[in-house]
T-cell receptor
Framework: SAVISQKPSRDICQRGTSLTIQCQVD?????MFWYRQQPGQSLTLIAT?????????ESGFVIDKFPISRPNLTFSTLTVSNMSPEDSSIYLC??????????????FGPGTRLTVL | GENVEQHPSTLSVQEGDSAVIKCTYS??????FPWYKQELGKGPQLIID?????GEKKDQRIAVTLNKTAKHFSLHITETQPEDSAVYFC??????????FGKGTKLSVKP
């Protein structure tokens, strides 16, 4: 199966600054997603990263706060803008293998642990 | 919309015992049921999945069973080992193709 990596693995940032997280998959994938997981909690979908077009955001998440890029089928970035302590969380990149919708598998990166002071 | 509930939220077993985690989903059109294991400090790892045309699937010490009529599916781990300690998730597929996660089950296997 494809290998997915994220950079950075963790970071400590000051409030008001922005952090860009990179996600790289070692093969071309159709669907990529960004999730957030607060400590001890479940995963919440932020957005679907669409190649060549704007990301599709879930309720409660907006482009100005979490701009996403997806320049090609193997790479995506998520930026956490104007950070506050409430943004402290684990951010996970994920991709879905090609196949009939509903039958394809989904894999996750190792996550980026963000702490905002 | 799609929804999934897991039970129990925490589970503690002795090494060698079996563990069972049950998930109930709301969308009767769901046809794909994966299980993920998340160890501390890592991303979720797909450990087993089942399609709706199959009632049971096994892979060594783990198995998943599906009851489409009752809209629930379960993860069975036999001969548990300390390395099985983790949080287990049973997400369901949303209308956009993404996975929707429940709250997870924290499994602790005591040596």
């Amino acid at each position: 199966s494809a290998v997915i990596s994220q950079k950075p693995s963790r970071d400590i940032c000051q409030r008001g600054t922005s952090l860009t997280i990179q996600c790289q998959v070692d093969s071309q994938v159709t669907m990529m997603f960004w999730y957030r997981q607060q400590p001890g909690q479940s995963l919440t979908l932020i957005a679907t990263a669409n190649q060549g077009s704007e990301a599709t955001y879930e309720s409660g998440f907006v482009i100005d706060k979490f701009p996403i890029s997806r320049p090609n089928l193997t790479f995506s970035t998520l930026t956490v803008s104007n950070m506050s302590p409430e943004d402290s969380s684990i951010y996970l990149c994920s991709f879905q293998t090609s196949g009939i919708k509903g039958a394809s598998e989904q894999f996750f990166g190792p996550g980026t642990r963000l702490t905002v002071l | 919309g799609e929804n999934v509930e897991q039970h129990p939220s925490t589970l503690s077993v002795q090494e060698g015992d079996s563990a069972v985690i049950k998930c109930t989903y709301s969308d009767s059109a769901s046809n794909y049921f994966p299980w993920y294991k998340q160890e501390l400090g890592k991303g979720p790892q797909l450990i087993i999945d089942i399609r709706s045309n199959v009632g049971e699937k096994k892979d060594q010490r783990i198995a998943v069973t599906l009851n489409k009529t009752a809209k629930h599916f379960s993860l069975h781990i036999t001969e548990t080992q300390p390395e099985d300690s983790a949080v287990y998730f049973c997400p369901v597929r949303g209308s956009q193709g993404n996975l929707i996660f429940g709250k997870g089950t924290k499994l602790s296997v005591k040596p």
